[in-house]
């Protein structure tokens, strides 16, 4: 593996070295292992992640080391670089038409797909269903037994090169149009709300104390979150701003499912 990074490392300061067979190889090598798993661009470790930023400089080399040519599903017909994941059979995923997960995407064992998209570098746990029209961008984080409800969009490294992927750990739920972008991470069993928008700068207000306390970057394991807005002073007047507001928490409960109910009922979200 050190030998792969070193590779990958020095391809990425020198671009002529794309041109070596021996370079191709080993980049081609990441995105197989990255499609079974055996590699991740980020892992969890401890109560944190580590990023590994040598793997996810190897799916952005790919691109450029790929051609262009046409793949043909049945009377469907597209033009990229980066063929499309197969053997969902095989892999035990369930897969809707039209739903397409690119290769170098590692979907474990259980995952649902109803007609939506994984990008490249993304991993997503058993257990998970990826709703209707949702996206997983480039190299995200997706955990085990997450719902990411119709239309959510998680953001990807590649447009526009993001240091940090975007990180939703397990047993979370996403609810309906969330967007979750530049590397934002979402902790174990928190709920957004619909509509709800988290960019790396979005303040995450906790409202549920006598003070405020507000995060950005990252949402507190078994929040309840909504969509809200601040006051903002500008030269021409004072206007609202979107923010994200954690109005309670969901209990710590064995029957994720009952607790999800719960958070939900209690506090009123919409999904």
Aim: charged letters at 25%; hydrophobic letters at 40%; proline letters at 4%.
């Amino acid at each position: 593996m050190e030998n792969l990074q070193g590779i990958i490392e020095a391809a990425w300061d020198d671009r002529t070295l794309l041109q070596q067979e021996e370079t191709q190889n080993a980049i081609r090598s990441v995105i197989a292992k990255l499609e079974v798993g055996e590699l991740r661009v980020a892992q969890p470790e401890g109560s944190d992640w580590k990023v590994n930023e040598w793997v996810k400089k190897a799916v952005v080399l790919y691109f450029p080391i790929q051609k262009m040519e046409t793949i043909e599903v049945g009377p469907f017909e597209f033009h990229d670089k980066i063929p499309l994941k197969k053997n969902y059979a095989e892999l035990g995923v369930r897969v809707v038409p039209h739903a397409i997960a690119r290769a170098g995407s590692f979907l474990e064992k259980g995952v649902i797909m109803m007609p939506s998209y994984v990008n490249i570098g993304a991993w997503v746990g058993s257990g998970t269903m990826v709703d209707t029209w949702a996206t997983v961008g480039s190299c995200a984080q997706i955990g085990r037994n997450v719902h990411l409800s119709g239309g959510v969009g998680i953001g990807g490294v590649l447009e526009p090169l993001q240091a940090t992927p975007t990180i939703i750990e397990d047993d979370c739920f996403i609810g309906s149009r969330c967007i979750v972008v530049e590397g934002v991470r979402v902790r174990k069993e928190a709920v957004l709300g619909a509509n709800v928008v988290l960019t790396k700068s979005t303040k995450i207000i906790d409202v549920t104390g006598p003070e405020e306390v507000i995060y950005t970057g990252e949402v507190p394991a078994r929040s309840v979150v909504i969509p809200g807005t601040y006051t903002k002073k500008f030269p021409a007047g004072e206007y609202q701003v979107a923010c994200a507001l954690i109005i309670g928490k969901r209990k710590e409960s064995t029957d994720k499912k009952v607790s999800l109910n719960d958070a939900l009922r209690d506090h009123n979200v919409a999904v």
